[in-house]
């Protein structure tokens, strides 16, 4: 069974910086796509971003140029580099399989942006 544990989150001022790393086990990570998802309260979970197996990448139109996510196939990790942080980022940030996610999600990580 597929692990997602997501860590990085915290309370950050609008601007500021935040690097959510999320680290998969019982998977062969190196040959599956990876996502980065929000959800903010009273809305549905959402992608923000994801990237293949041989590095490519998207990202939604509201975080495009502010955001990079990037993995590390022998750490079996993801993440999401978050810059120009603003009030509407507040969210917890899940990661799982790009497509067809698993069925099992981690815990999230909480961001909040706020002054």
């Known amino acids: 069974q597929v692990q997602l544990v997501e860590s990085g989150g915290g309370l950050v001022q609008p601007g500021g910086s935040l690097r959510l790393s999320c680290a998969a086990s019982g998977s062969i990570f190196s040959s599956t796509a990876m996502g980065w998802y929000r959800q903010a309260p009273g809305k549905q979970r959402e992608l923000v971003a994801y990237i293949g197996t041989a590095g490519g990448t998207y990202y939604v139109d509201a975080v495009k140029d502010r955001f990079t996510i990037s993995r590390d196939n022998a750490k079996s990790t993801v993440y999401l580099r978050m810059n120009g942080l603003k009030p509407e980022d507040t969210a917890v940030y899940y990661c799982?399989?790009?497509?067809?996610?698993?069925?099992?999600w981690g815990q999230g990580t909480q961001v909040t942006v706020s002054s």
């Open positions: 799982n399989r790009w497509g067809v996610n698993y069925p099992t």
